[in-house]
């Protein structure tokens, strides 16, 4: 069982819901059903809950099948904290300005780099497999 990669996923349901309150609370503040309604500031928080929707359910499941595939759990371990603290990063940008911002740029990039690292140990790791 892919335990790391199962609490790395409970973590980050956990930061889903942190996400998604913001958007409930302007939505409701300001009476729209759907969409952002021109308003930019719940357009900036849908795109924050967006963003880690578009990056995390891959990287979680790279995550899981790198597990299972044998490769060390603490480096399964740290490829899920760099992501968890990545994608606290770029909410926290994002979330206060529409433009460049550190938390934003170092979120990406830790991002990027998990998806990177998990994407050439897994080709590593299933070319290994196959020749074996």
């Known amino acids: 069982m892919p335990v790391v990669t199962l609490i790395v996923a409970g ?19 300001r009476k729209v059903g759907i969409g952002d309604g021109g ?5 900036r928080r849908i795109r ?7 990056y995390v359910p891959m990287l979680l499941v790279l995550l899981g099948l790198l597990e299972l ?3 060390d759990r603490r480096i399964v371990a740290a490829l899920g904290a760099m992501l968890l603290v990545g ?3 770029h909410a926290r940008g994002l979330g206060r300005t529409e433009g ?11 991002t990027w780099l998990v998806l990177l690292a998990g994407s ?3 080709i590593a790791l299933g070319a290994l ?4």
């Open 39 to 43: 308003d930019r500031e719940l357009l």
């Open 69 to 71: 595939a044998g490769l």
């Open 11 to 29: 973590l980050h349901g956990l930061l889903l819901l942190a996400l998604l309150q913001p958007i409930v609370r302007l939505r409701r503040g």
């Open 100 to 110: 460049y911002s550190s938390g934003r740029f170092w979120g990406t990039a830790l």
């Open 120 to 122: 050439i140990a897994a």
């Open 129 to 132: 497999r196959l020749v074996a």
């Open 87 to 89: 994608r606290v990063l």
């Open 48 to 54: 924050v809950h967006a963003n880690f929707v578009e």
